[in-house]
């Protein structure tokens, strides 16, 4: 299994540039979710998503879309780019909640709006 | 508000010294909580995680946890410290209080002298 992939590794934005970050998971998990990670912030839940064609807002949501049109993919879509969007933005998911929910991320994407 | 909070950022120990980092959280319910590891260059990994039962979890490489729920509290703990924990730590906590959450800490920075 490669677990948790997500493309690109690093990219760099001009303000109102609009990119999608792709996320995809091989382990037939149910839960997605995208983290936002800014220095000394720890991690911002901005969506998550409980299964195909179901997503909720987390903490964060402004600025930002997602759609979950198959189990395994989660895309994260920018549609303003904004210097506040520049961060380190993780993918997630778990198979369930409560005890079943350890969640497995991906490497990260270094998005940098300039 | 739920909240999770790691009081200390950075921690500077040299190898074969005691570590205790501390977790306290808010959150009304019954939760679930974790201790996540992000090594240098590397993804987010579940360090160990606690649901019910004997407070004390032991996770991998040696780490343990101890959940006082008196305390809302969840120290991570390791009795002697290698220079490859360098890392950052991330507790974290989930439960249904209305509405879905999953709450990370700010995170503390560990480095750990040879």
């Known amino acids: 299994n490669a677990g948790v992939t997500q493309t690109p590794k690093f990219r760099i934005l001009k303000i109102g540039q609009s990119m999608t970050l792709q996320c995809t998971q091989d382990?037939?998990?149910?839960?997605m979710y995208w983290y936002r990670q800014d220095p000394g912030m720890g991690l911002k839940l901005i969506y998550y998503?409980?299964?195909?064609?179901?997503?909720d807002k987390g903490e964060v949501p402004n600025g930002y879309n997602v759609s979950r049109s198959t189990t395994e993919d989660f895309p994260l879509r920018l549609e303003l780019a904004a210097p506040s969007q520049t961060s380190v933005y993780f993918c997630?998911?778990?198979?369930?909640?409560?005890?079943?929910?350890?969640?497995?991320f991906g490497p990260g994407t270094r998005l940098l709006v300039l | 508000a739920q909240s999770v909070s790691q009081h200390n950022h950075h921690v500077i120990l040299s190898e074969a010294a005691s570590l205790e980092l501390g977790c306290n959280y808010s959150?009304?319910?019954?939760?679930?909580l974790f201790w996540y590891v992000q090594y240098p260059g590397q993804h987010l990994q579940l360090l160990l995680k606690?649901?019910?039962?004997?407070?004390l979890v032991k996770g991998i490489k040696g780490f343990e946890a101890e959940f006082i729920k008196s305390k809302f509290s969840f120290n991570l703990r390791k009795p002697s410290v290698q220079w490859s924990d360098t890392a950052e730590y991330f507790c974290?906590?989930?439960?249904?209080?209305?509405?879905?959450?999953?709450?990370f800490g700010t995170g503390t920075r560990l480095k750990v002298l040879a």
């Open positions: 997630a998911s778990s198979y369930g909640a409560g005890v079943e929910e350890t969640q497995y």
């Open positions: 382990m037939n998990h149910n839960y």
């Open positions: 998503s409980v299964g195909a064609g179901i997503t």
């Open positions: 959150y009304g319910g019954t939760v679930n």
């Open positions: 606690y649901f019910s039962g004997d407070p």
């Open positions: 974290a906590v989930n439960g249904y209080s209305g509405t879905y959450k999953y709450i």
